[in-house]
């Protein structure tokens, strides 16, 4: 009774009573509020995630964890992991090569063959230079072969590219180009929806969903080296301010929803999602690339020439598959 804060005065029965009371009326539980996801200040990032993640590629494991020490970020996993935790924090490019030892950014600028001479501004500058000026390609393969291999392109899983054409170099940021087409390949082709995808060099969702209603919804492609996707700060801050953007446009009313594809979602998706905290009462949903493959196949064979009623599976939250096979009913 002295554990649980009771009186321990009186006779048995009623000390049992008092017990029984406490229980029965939930004074043992206690409530605990959910946990609230702070944003921290974003650094404004130089170049695509993509190009970032390339960028952060040419260092070793070592390299770094060391780099993510000395930003006080979490230094440990797998190469993989490191980068993408690396090129998704709040820090951009400039602040990160400028905690990296002067050696290793020598080393980076001697694999891409630039300059490794110069002051360590120089050499960061010159790198940062290097990617933005990078032109990055789709691959050679076919859209409609690339389909069969959506989940895998979604995970940036670069064994499904033949290796005996040593001539085509598939970077990640390739892999995340091919994920998109293939994306913008099952919207438009299979479920015959009036698809705009991002201009280059400009700020917008990967894609514009336009339905025969004149509903608006966009979409990104999140490729992952690791899964699932944890949808990290700078990415829903990204989310955050393109529905910001279409709040000040005469389409703000025909805005009708924000869909997320990525291999898989982190168990606390649902926190991340209201982390975004959208100007706008539109849903933000997230869908498996599986889940979106898998029925469009399915759309494909049933209805190979009718429109997706998309506005049917957008939802706050997570889409599924049995979401998209309610639609057809």
């Known amino acids: 009774m002295k554990r649980i804060d009771i009186s321990q005065s009186g006779k048995k029965e009623e000390k049992i009573l008092k017990i029984i009371d406490h229980f029965k009326n939930s004074r043992d539980i206690v409530t605990i509020p959910p946990v609230k996801i702070i944003d921290l200040d974003i650094e404004d990032k130089k170049l695509s995630e993509e190009k970032r993640i ?3 590629s040419n260092l070793t494991t070592q390299q770094l964890s060391n780099v993510l020490g000395k930003l006080n970020l979490l230094k440990s996993g797998q190469k993989d992991i490191l980068i ?9 490019e400039i602040t990160i090569l400028n905690v990296t030892k002067l050696d ?7 694999k891409l063959e630039l300059q490794v001479s110069g002051t360590k501004t120089n050499l960061i500058n010159d790198l940062i230079r290097y990617y933005s000026d990078l032109i990055i390609k789709e691959s050679k393969l076919p859209t409609k072969e690339l389909a069969n291999y959506y989940i895998e392109l979604s995970c940036q899983d670069a064994r499904i590219y033949p290796q005996a054409d040593n001539s085509e170099v598939i970077s990640t940021a390739s892999i995340a180009l091919d994920f998109e087409r293939v994306t913008k390949y099952l919207f438009k082709n299979v479920f015959k929806l009036e698809i705009k995808t991002q201009r280059f060099g ?5 894609g514009i969903i336009k339905d025969d209603e004149g509903n608006l919804f966009f979409y990104e492609c999140k490729t992952v080296l690791n899964p699932p996707y944890k949808m990290p700060i700078a990415h829903r801050l990204q989310i955050r301010n393109y529905i910001e953007k279409i709040s000040k446009t005469k389409d703000k009313e025909n ?3 924000y869909i997320i ?16 905290n959208s100007p706008l009462d539109a849903p933000i949903c997230v869908i498996e690339a599986r889940d979106l493959a898998a029925f469009a196949k399915k759309w494909e064979t049933n209805f190979p020439i009718d429109t997706f009623p998309i506005k049917q599976i957008v939802k706050n939250g997570i889409v599924t598959l049995k979401d998209f096979d309610q639609a057809l009913h």
């Open 255 to 257: 805005f009708k929803g």
């Open 261 to 276: 594809i990525s291999h898989s979602f982190s168990d606390n998706i649902m926190n991340k999602i209201e982390a975004v």
């Open 104 to 110: 290793d950014i020598k080393s980076t600028s001697r």
């Open 84 to 92: 993408y935790r690396l090129a998704n924090c709040q820090y951009n």
């Open 54 to 56: 390339d960028l952060f």
């Open 202 to 206: 400009k700020e917008d969702p990967d």
